[in-house]
């Protein structure tokens, strides 16, 4: 188990100076009072199991800043496992929750879980006092509650972030596994309130996730920076700028062989002059990225065949250049089948026509170094005409709201999550199934050719984020959840 310190960032007065975000800030340290007060003389223990990547680890930073700033109390800390075999466990967990996967787990599996989880209780059992709340996110620590409840007299909650709207056989089979484990809390915070198993649903709390918009995500940047950025990962081709020298050699590439190689910055994709269409996520079959480039070979080819060249709509489609980024699988510990769905992405990628290719980026982000990673992906963000985030299953898509945030307009599935997040016609697209390659083609030839709605979906997008979204409204439920769940 390890302890976190989080970094100094932003402060209430910097978001309170931006406008859009005056009244947002104002209401909640008028609302938050009353809960602060309630909590004092308590610590509360976050505990995940990453302090990089995937959402939590992107949030838990900002949200412990401002509740510090306010005088509360509030540690992070995260498991540690050596075990691929835990990890891969986990992750079939995850998957289950989303109903994938064959929903078989076995007393093997559970002793795994429980093993990796009592290593890493000694250091929680030293820091954690009687009185304090915990909050335990994700699968991967959950067997923690039992074993700190039997030493410590603490309130837990359990933080889900993942979710399937329907019942399955498989998630079914999963909670079942889970139950042992899911009796010891106090409490349980999900993310929708379908999202909870209908056993635990007296005892939820619902938390939408949120961004932060002032990290280095989502923070502004002019054009210029965003360039600077992008060239200097060596994304960009031919700028002369020289801005920043640290990004250089961050960004890995999928070449057309199936290789991976650091960008070139002087022979590399010319992104800035040319429409481009994003995705970034992790290596998850879920996210949906196998089909976002079938989908997007599908518009250039019928484009080619049905398209006038003469017309602006045909050069616009015919420019335009798919990105699609994920983590560097060298620096992610805790998702061994990223590897894997990386290297199926990267076989369909070598088999693609050699003139497509050169439209289509798999980039490799630098995960390990989370300010470079942030920037480059709050770049790429900015600089594309429109964010896709086509996943078979989402719990809540942090990515979608970002992209919101920056005003860019998006092209989302129907997953459970995003469609609570994105109002079609108003903020993007909701795309009904992520597999049909023929409508997610369609939509997102429509969405090049109609920049005007696009305008229009940026702006309201950035307004719904504002209202619903932001690290405000959600520090408010959780400390309304936390002062009605202590011990
Ligand atoms: N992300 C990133 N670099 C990557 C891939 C993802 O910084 O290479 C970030 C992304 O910007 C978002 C988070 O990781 O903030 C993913 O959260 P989301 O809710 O979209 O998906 P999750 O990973 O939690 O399923």
């Known amino acids: 188990m390890?302890?976190?310190?989080?970094?100094?960032?932003?402060?209430?007065?910097?978001?309170?100076?931006?406008?859009?975000?005056?009244?947002?800030?104002l209401d909640f340290m008028e609302q938050a009072?009353?809960?602060?007060?309630?909590?004092?003389?308590?610590t509360i223990w976050m505990i995940n199991s990453t302090a990089i990547g995937g959402g939590v680890a992107e949030m838990l930073p900002s949200q412990m800043r401002i509740l510090r700033e306010l005088g509360v109390s509030i540690e992070?800390?995260?498991?540690?496992a050596e075990k691929d075999a835990f990890f891969d466990l986990t992750k079939r967990i995850h998957n289950a929750i989303h109903g994938s996967g064959n929903g078989i787990f076995t007393e093997e599996d559970r002793k795994i879980y429980e093993e990796v989880n009592q290593n890493n209780l000694s250091k929680a059992l030293e820091l954690i006092k009687d009185g304090d709340i915990v909050v335990v996110h994700d699968p991967q620590p959950m067997p923690l509650a039992a074993m700190i409840k039997k030493k410590k007299n603490v309130s837990i909650i359990w933080r889900c972030h993942i979710g399937l709207e329907e019942d399955t056989e498989v998630t079914d089979a999963v909670w079942k596994f889970l139950e042992p484990y899911t009796n010891d809390y106090d409490h349980f915070v999900f993310s929708l309130p379908s999202y909870a198993p209908k056993s635990l649903q007296k005892r939820t709390s619902i938390i939408p996730p949120a961004i932060d918009p002032l990290s280095h995500k989502n923070r502004e940047l002019q054009l210029h920076k965003c360039i600077?950025?992008?060239?200097?990962?060596?994304?960009?081709?031919?700028?002369?700028?020289?801005?920043?020298?640290?990004?250089?050699?961050?960004?890995?590439?999928v070449m057309p062989d199936g290789s991976f190689d650091f960008l070139d910055a002087d022979k590399n994709l010319d992104l800035i002059y040319r429409p481009i269409i994003t995705e970034i996520s992790r290596w998850d079959r879920l996210k949906g990225f196998k089909e976002l480039m079938e989908a997007f070979i599908k518009m250039k080819l019928d484009n080619r065949k049905n398209g006038d060249p003469k017309s602006l709509e045909y050069k616009r489609i015919e420019m335009t250049l798919l990105v699609m980024g994920g983590p560097d699988p060298a620096f992610v510990s805790d998702d061994p089948e990223g590897k894997e769905v990386l290297q199926e992405l990267t076989e369909t990628y070598k088999d693609v026509d050699s003139n497509m290719q050169n439209d289509i980026a798999i980039l490799l982000l630098p995960l390990d170094n989370p300010k470079e990673n942030a920037l480059i992906v709050n770049a790429l963000q900015r600089t594309s005409s429109f964010i896709v985030q086509n996943s078979i299953q989402e719990g809540f898509g942090l990515t979608a709201t970002e992209a919101m945030w920056k005003r860019k307009p998006v092209l989302v599935s129907n997953a459970a999550g995003l469609k609570y997040q994105v109002v079609h016609n108003k903020t993007g697209q909701i795309n009904p199934d992520p597999t049909d390659i023929e409508s997610l083609s369609k939509t997102m030839a429509y969405m090049l050719n109609h920049p005007k709605e696009r305008d229009k979906w940026g702006f309201n997008g950035q307004l719904r984020v504002i209202q619903n979204f932001t690290?405000?409204?959600?520090?408010?439920?959780?400390?309304?959840?936390?002062?009605?769940?202590?011990?």
């Open 33 to 42: 009072k009353e809960p602060i007060e309630s909590l004092r003389g308590r």
């Open 471 to 487: 690290l405000f409204s959600q520090l408010l439920s959780w400390l309304e959840t936390l002062s009605k769940n202590k011990a």
């Open 76 to 80: 992070w800390l995260v498991i540690e």
């Open 2 to 25: 390890q302890k976190i310190n989080v970094k100094p960032g932003a402060k209430l007065a910097d978001y309170k100076a931006y406008g859009s975000l005056y009244s947002s800030v």
């Open 228 to 253: 600077g950025i992008l060239y200097q990962s060596g994304i960009l081709d031919d700028h002369k700028a020289i801005l920043y020298h640290r990004y250089k050699h961050l960004v890995r590439k």
